[in-house]
Structures are given as structure tokens and as C-alpha cells.
């Protein structure tokens, strides 16, 4: 590493601090749509939730295996593209000292305050009578010392949803030596020649073949391990996955010659997609351990997970690259909101099915309840429990400023993202639409 690199990193760079309202439209959409995912978990065949329906859906099987291909990659993708242009605006000491502020604070906040209450709902639901909370809760804290005494809790009722943050504040540490190395001269030069190489398909294969080996590993790590700990070979495998998702999302934006072949490959990109999909699901997946018990069936499975990933996450970018790059009052609103609706979502979401499960109707009415009901609750719960209090805020990684303003008037008006200078006017807008030049 260089001297000029490292000077680069430290000092804010105007130049490169263009605000990519995709981004922000995608991180809102994917927070956000984690409330009907979870809602549809309630009434899914094998799934694990706090709170289960006592009848099921194979049309909420469906729905969910479907968006657990690509909704947490591409959030990741989407962490990377942001911690691009957050190191390029703070410089690294500021961009580390966010992450704590927006990320770890709020962890530990959760870890102590929101997740507790989420799991007890889970045991008020169980047909093992739970005990009064505060002794539930001294458990709860004292499972939770344990860690410090290398006794690992198992299951998701130590870290429930927000498991998501650990890995992403590792990747972010991960990603500023990542970041020294492509500001190199070499590092400059090897991503331009990679942006200016990678021509028609190359995107589409290069990028996912990663994904798709890491899958194949993870079938490997789940066969060999299964007398030790299969949980634990699935797992960090799985983990090395979103790792590549969060690094591609960093280099995709560090050259607009990226974002243009997203653009142009989108409808290719979701058709492999669906077809990668509709082949593992309803072609590989029947077949089961017959298939799976043979290395080239775990090569194919591992293969088909990979690229079905990749392409969905390819071409969702595509749209959004095509199609949201404005921001209007809702936009800016709703983004500001998504992190603590993370954090809140999930025990006001239970609350909710507790007693939703309960009536007498059909699935279809207690999905549109649950969703309606905590999606509402929870912006409530957000404008006037945490954005209107500045300390609270802090504990939920959102600026200690001014509070957001509630979005007025019919969003009509809206302001799209500035070009930047340099390889940004790649990308052009036309009639709503994102051409390469």
C-alpha cells in the first residue's frame, strides 16, 4: 500500500460522494419487505418463528424460499455499494467510528431490550408454560454472560433477527483494507481493466462463479461435518457468501463500465434467475438425498444456488439502476426510518401474530392483517418514540440531529441523483430509463 492510497482514504473525497438513490430505494425496500417475509414464515410448513399458525400454506412456502434466494444478498450487495461512498465522504477513522455508532450501539441495545421480548412472546406461545418475565429475562441476560465464557447459545432465540448486524460490521472493518488495495495505482488499474474487459455475459458468470463454489463448499461442509457440527460448516460458508456480495457491492460502484452491463443484462439477468430457480425447486430439490449423496448432484445443487443468487440480485439491481434513481420526500422519510424498523419490526410483528393466529379466518386475512398492522405499528413506534427523541435515536444508530420530517404533499416532485464527475455519466438517465454510453 502507498502512501497516496492511504492519504486518499483518510481525507473526504468530494468527488466521489455522488448519492445513489437506488441504494437507499433498495435497502428501504428490502428492510421493509422483511415484514411480510416474516408474516409468511408464521405460515410455512417447516420454518422455525415465534409464533406459528396452526395451519399452513404452500403458497407461503413458496414465497418464502423464493425471497431467501436474493433478500439478504442483496442487502448485503447493497451495504457494499454504501460503504463505497461512505468511505470516499469520512475518510476512515469516521467511516469506523459510524459503524460503531450505527451499528454496534444498536446491537447491543437490541441484544438487551428488543430481542428478549420477541423470544418471550415466542415461549407465551409454546405449549410449555413460560415464566414471568423478569425471570425469563435474568435467564435470557445470564445465557448471554455465558458468551464471554466461550458457551455459545444455539438457536435463534439468543441473537433472533438481528444476527444480520455482526457479520455486517465485520465486513465493513473487512472492507477498509479492501478499499486501501483498490486505490493503489494497481488496484486503480485492475479495476478499470476489469470494467473495460468484462463485455456481454462476463458479468453474469465471472461474478457468480464465487457464489456458486461457496454453495458447492457448504454441501460439502454439511456432508463431512455431520457427525461434528453441520450447523457450523453451513454457516461460516454461508457467511463467506454474503462476504462476496458485500465486496461486489463496494467494486460495482467503483466504476460505472459495472453498473451500465447490470443495466443492459437486467431482463437476461432475472430470466436465468427464474430459470436456476424453477429448475432447483421443482426439478432438483424432489429428488432429495438421491440427488444430493453423489458429488457431481452437490456440484449441480451448490451450482444452481450460486447462480440463482448472482442473477437475482443482478437484475433486481437493474431495475432499481433503470428506474429509482430519484428520491422525493417519502424516499428520504422512509430510508431514515428503515434501520429502526429493523430493529422494532420483529417483536411488534409477534406481538401482533400472537393474537392474529388466534381468529377464526382464513390465512389470506391474517397475512393482511399481521402485514398492515405491523407495518403501521411500527412506523408509529419509530415517529414518536424515536425519531422525536434524540437519545433514543442514538440507540438506534440514527442521527442525534434534527428529527426527519414527515413526507407532505403527492410526492410528485422529485429530484434525481446528481451524475458526479469522472466514470458516473456512464450512466445516463432517458425517459426513465438507464443507458451505457
Known amino acids: 500500500?502507498?502512501?497516496?492510497?492511504?492519504?486518499?482514504?483518510?481525507?473526504?473525497?468530494?468527488?466521489?460522494?455522488?448519492?445513489r438513490h437506488e441504494l437507499d430505494w433498495l435497502r428501504t425496500a428490502a428492510v421493509f419487505g422483511l415484514i411480510p417475509f416474516h408474516t409468511a414464515v408464521i405460515f410455512t410448513t417447516g420454518a422455525y418463528d415465534y409464533v406459528k399458525n396452526a395451519q399452513t400454506s404452500q403458497v407461503m412456502d413458496f414465497l418464502t424460499t423464493f425471497i431467501t434466494v436474493w433478500g439478504i444478498p442483496l442487502l448485503f450487495l447493497v451495504a457494499g455499494g454504501s460503504a463505497r461512498y461512505a468511505l470516499a465522504a469520512r475518510g476512515v477513522g469516521r467511516y469506523l467510528n459510524e459503524r460503531v455508532t450505527r451499528l454496534l450501539v444498536p446491537f447491543i441495545f437490541g441484544m438487551l431490550v428488543i430481542v428478549p421480548f420477541q423470544v418471550y412472546i415466542g415461549r407465551l406461545s409454546s405449549p410449555t408454560p413460560a415464566p414471568p418475565y423478569l425471570v425469563f429475562y435474568g435467564q435470557f441476560l445470564w445465557s448471554l454472560a455465558l458468551i464471554f465464557t466461550g458457551v455459545l447459545p444455539r438457536g435463534p432465540d439468543w441473537i433472533g433477527h438481528l444476527w444480520f448486524i455482526p457479520p455486517l460490521m465485520f465486513f465493513a472493518v473487512v472492507s477498509v483494507p479492501f478499499a486501501w488495495a483498490l486505490r493503489t495505482p494497481r488496484g486503480k488499474a485492475a479495476v478499470s481493466w476489469l470494467a473495460g474487459s468484462l463485455r456481454g455475459f462476463a458479468p453474469l458468470v465471472l461474478f457468480g462463479a464465487p457464489l456458486a463454489l461457496v454453495?458447492?463448499?457448504?454441501l460439502e461442509g454439511v456432508r463431512y461435518m455431520a457427525t461434528t457440527d453441520t450447523a457450523f460448516a453451513s454457516n461460516a460458508i454461508g457467511v463467506t457468501a454474503f462476504l462476496f456480495c458485500f465486496l461486489y457491492g463496494y467494486v460495482l460502484y467503483l466504476d460505472e463500465r459495472f453498473l451500465a452491463s447490470v443495466v443492459r443484462d437486467t431482463w437476461l439477468a432475472l430470466a436465468l434467475g427464474a430459470i436456476a430457480w424453477l429448475s432447483l425447486r421443482y426439478s432438483i430439490q424432489p429428488l432429495g438425498a438421491s440427488f444430493s449423496n453423489d458429488w457431481y448432484g452437490r456440484v449441480v445443487l451448490g451450482f444452481l444456488r450460486g447462480?440463482?443468487?448472482?442473477?437475482?440480485?443482478?437484475?433486481i439491481l437493474g431495475l432499481?439502476?433503470?428506474?429509482?434513481?430519484?428520491?422525493n420526500g417519502a424516499e428520504r422519510y422512509l430510508a431514515r426510518a428503515a434501520y429502526p424498523v429493523y430493529i422494532i419490526h420483529m417483536p411488534i410483528l409477534s406481538l401482533v401474530?400472537?393474537?392474529?393466529?388466534?381468529?377464526?379466518?382464513?390465512?389470506?386475512?391474517?397475512?393482511?392483517?399481521?402485514i398492515v398492522t405491523a407495518i403501521a405499528a411500527s412506523l408509529l413506534v419509530y415517529e414518536t418514540l424515536i425519531n422525536r427523541v434524540a437519545p433514543v435515536r442514538v440507540l438506534f444508530g440514527v442521527d442525534a440531529g434534527a428529527p426527519a420530517k414527515t413526507p407532505r404533499g403527492n410526492g410528485r416532485k422529485r429530484r434525481r441523483s446528481g451524475r458526479g464527475s469522472g466514470s458516473d455519466?456512464?450512466?445516463?438517465?432517458?425517459?426513465?430509463?438507464?443507458?451505457?454510453?
Open 425 to 437: 455519466r456512464a450512466v445516463t438517465q432517458r425517459g426513465g430509463r438507464v443507458t451505457g454510453r
Open 1 to 19: 500500500m502507498d502512501a497516496t492510497s492511504a492519504a486518499t482514504l483518510r481525507k473526504p473525497a468530494r468527488a466521489q460522494t455522488t448519492r
Open 353 to 370: 401474530a400472537f393474537w392474529v393466529v388466534r381468529l377464526d379466518t382464513n390465512i389470506a386475512v391474517k397475512f393482511l392483517i399481521i
Open 215 to 218: 454453495n458447492w463448499m457448504a
Open 320 to 327: 432499481a439502476l433503470r428506474y429509482l434513481r430519484f428520491t
Open 307 to 315: 447462480y440463482s443468487t448472482w442473477w437475482w440480485v443482478m437484475g
